[in-house]
């Protein structure tokens, strides 16, 4: 049976890597694995989530409900968002000071932003939380360290550390809390190891080449800035001309 998780947090929080390193990490764990991005048009604040659903048996399409609710802040419009998308058996994760909750929720309260401050930043909340789910599904914590840590090869060894600390905390909490819940097995198979995980980003990306594209000018934003992005990876390798446009209107 797939479980879905709606991890939501504020914009320039760091949900863009929960959004990118979860899937992975389920993948390597032999699951099969769904993400869709949900996001508003602002730089910064407001509440953006990622949807990714879980399971042993493929998984290709949007569901409204929610398993699991996990909430990298304490914005209480991450909760007012994804209201209609909760259920009687929805399970919150939050801060263990966030307010102002319904008494006929389910919540799992953790030392989200606590354990973050201490280790440096309260942006650590995002691999506590990557940790945390890890937990709840029974991924081997080796796994997890390991693709966070090639996830985050090009900074600093403080940062590198930092964020598998922040992992290793949230583990420890999904264990504890997972002996609270009755959570769906889910049977991990190696073969799914050896599929390939691609973005929508990078699907029309790899077709607009192989339906002949030759060149493509475009001036990047969300949610088509992928797409460039991808292009631009591929054009050393194609006859393929990537150009960004100056402004906007260009």
Request: hydrophobic share 40%; net charge positive.
């Amino acid at each position: 049976m797939p479980l879905l998780f709606i991890i939501a947090g504020e914009a320039g929080q760091g949900i863009q890597t929960v959004e990118v390193l979860l899937p992975k990490i389920f993948k390597k764990a032999g699951l099969n694995v769904f993400s869709y991005k949900e996001y508003m048009s602002r730089v910064r604040g407001g509440s953006n989530s990622t949807l990714i659903r879980v399971s042993d048996i493929p998984v290709r399409a949007f569901k409204q409900k929610a398993d699991f609710a996990l909430f990298l802040s304490n914005d209480v419009s991450h909760l007012k968002r994804i209201s209609n998308r909760l259920s009687s058996d929805s399970i919150l994760v939050v801060d263990e000071e966030f307010p102002g909750i319904d008494d006929t929720l389910k919540v799992l309260r953790i030392p989200l932003l606590k354990t973050a401050s201490a280790l440096g930043n309260k942006i650590y909340a995002n691999s506590v939380m990557i940790g945390f789910a890890t937990a709840l599904l029974g991924v081997d914590l080796e796994n997890t360290l390991n693709i966070v840590k090639q996830y985050f090869s090009k900074k600093s060894k403080e940062v590198i550390f930092q964020n598998l600390e922040a992992v290793k905390s949230g583990y420890e909490n999904g264990l504890a809390s997972k002996k609270k819940l009755s959570i769906t097995k889910l049977k991990q198979n190696k073969q799914i190891c050896d599929q390939f995980l691609l973005s929508g980003a990078e699907a029309v990306a790899f077709g607009a080449l192989a339906g002949g594209c030759n060149f493509i000018s475009s001036y990047p934003m969300s949610p088509s800035t992928g797409v460039l992005v991808q292009l631009a990876k591929l054009s050393d390798n194609f006859d393929l001309i990537v150009e960004q446009t100056e402004d906007e209107i260009s």
